[in-house]
């Protein structure tokens, strides 16, 4: 064996696929057509049942689907008081649905990503994907037969008690950490990646606006699952697994996986970065505030006065304003990081966001109002940008646990954002229907001035993937 065969060569384990994305990035892409576009008809779907079931029960057959009460003025009308108590308890029963959605998943959400970095990411698909379905197969029931809402709320909480989306959530980002190199071209990964999200919403939402308008809701229901099917045999016959055994954490007690949630902002381990992941913990915790609602909000603020929407304008509002946001991230991204850094970008994303809000707040008219996705393009760079920072700074045995913490987090803020915003939109419709979005661009600024102390304070060490040493013979 000469010395040149001998000589070592220092392969960089995640730049096997070079900066570019291979085909398991592809294959995530191809599951998220399938599952976003299952949740998101779910999510239109199931929103604007709940107003029908209410109509029904309230207005007892009268102008169940006719917004002629809506856009009515004479506030002593029997019938305009009976349409406040419409929105008021439609927001009562989206709240508690959400709510039974994240709730009892907090422990699952908590335990189960941390424990992929034992045993591998492929787990974390087949769960969500699987109770995704049996939730779906419910509804669609439950809107044939008309059965009682509470039963909607019962089919959340089996489905919440999983995990939900969010061990689904967790899943991909975990996924993309393990097929990707820390800085750049993770930074991209994740962002194209939320980006297509919102495309694919987009156009789901389009669809689902007018489906329910022409087919009622038990056929796009039933679509929802056929979609949901499909993403469950991807999961189960083209997904690979992406967390190397090398790679993974040694098996420890049930326990020490929530302790593994936390030590980020605890542990001396990390007693150098604690304070940028404080830092940045607390900003997406206030950015996912901001952001985890608002499509419930802007249903409930659409279908209400002074708009009194249709299902398919409702569907066109939201696909305009997912559309400019998935332009940003899949169109802007490049030059952005090559003009400004992962922080400028989301301190700019903060302040758009905020004034996105704003407008929204104040919009009396139609023409207002779709003015909104035009300072909303940034608004969701933010998410992705912190928790790019977040995962480049963290080793490759620990991404499963840091993205546990995270989507942790991201269950905090929906049962918050549900509980709080659902209680001041309620509570505030007599005063100022657009209050709530003021409340929400409030809590922009804060998410704004966190990034730029972060900005001002902290320097982001990039922990660098691990190195093989491979001998040619």
């Known amino acids: 064996m000469s010395n040149n065969e001998k000589k070592p060569l220092l392969k960089d384990k995640d730049n096997s696929n070079g900066s570019k994305f291979g085909y398991k990035y592809f294959l995530l892409l191809l599951l998220m057509i399938f ?19 209410m109509r029904k029960q309230i207005l007892q057959g009268k102008n169940i689907n006719s917004t002629s009460v809506c856009q009515g003025t004479n506030q002593s009308d029997p019938e305009y008081a009976q349409y406040k108590q419409v929105e008021q308890k439609t927001a009562l029963w989206q709240m508690f649905n959400s709510l039974a ?6 422990i699952a959400t908590a335990i189960l990503p941390s424990i992929s970095d034992n045993i591998g990411r492929k787990s974390l698909f087949i769960i969500p994907t699987t109770a995704l379905l049996m939730k779906q197969i419910s509804y669609a029931l439950i809107m044939y037969y008309e059965w009682d809402i509470i039963w909607v709320v019962v089919s959340s909480l089996v489905e919440g008690s999983l995990g939900s989306i969010y061990i689904y959530f967790s899943a991909v980002y975990s996924y993309i950490a393990d097929i990707t ?6 930074t991209l990964a994740i962002t194209i ?7 694919c919403f987009t156009l789901s939402g389009l669809a689902a606006g007018y489906f329910i308008e022409f087919k009622g809701y038990v056929i796009p229901m039933m679509t929802c699952v056929c979609l949901n099917f499909i993403a469950w045999c991807i999961v189960i016959f083209l997904i690979p697994e992406t967390h190397d055994k090398q790679n993974r954490a040694k098996k420890v007690p049930m326990c020490i996986h929530f302790k593994r949630v936390t030590e980020f902002y605890t542990s001396r381990v990390f007693s150098g970065k604690r304070s940028a992941y ?22 409930l603020y659409q279908l209400g006065k002074p708009f009194c929407w249709p299902s398919e304008e409702i569907g066109l509002f939201s696909a305009a304003r997912h559309a400019t946001e998935g332009f940003a991230g899949l169109v802007l991204i490049a030059p952005l990081k090559n003009c400004f850094s992962e922080i400028n970008i989301a301190v700019l994303s903060a302040a758009f966001n905020g004034g996105s809000y704003v407008l929204e707040a104040f919009a009396k008219t139609d023409l207002i109002l779709y ?33 546990s913490s995270i989507i942790t987090v991201q269950v905090l803020c929906t049962i918050t954002a549900t509980f709080l915003f659902n209680t001041i939109y309620s509570s505030t419709l007599s005063i100022f229907h657009g209050f709530v979005f003021l409340v929400l661009a409030g809590f922009c600024g804060v998410v704004f001035m966190i990034l730029i102390i972060f900005a001002k304070t902290q320097t982001v060490e990039i922990e660098e993937p691990k190195l093989e040493r491979i001998v040619t013979n």
């Open 35 to 53: 599952f976003y576009s299952s949740m998101a008809i779910n999510f239109y779907t199931i929103s604007q049942w709940i107003q029908y079931m």
């Open 101 to 106: 959605s994240t709730v009892p998943g907090l």
């Open 181 to 186: 190199t820390p800085g750049r071209h993770r």
């Open 193 to 199: 990646y939320e980006g297509s999200f919102l495309i």
């Open 278 to 299: 404080i830092l940045l913990i607390t900003a997406y915790f206030v950015a996912e505030l901001t952001s985890s609602h608002r499509s419930s909000l802007e249903m």
């Open 371 to 403: 003015l909104v996705p035009i300072p909303a393009t940034f608004s969701f760079l933010m998410i992705p940008m912190i928790k790019s920072i977040m995962s480049s700074m963290t080793p490759a045995d620990k991404q499963g646990s840091l993205f």
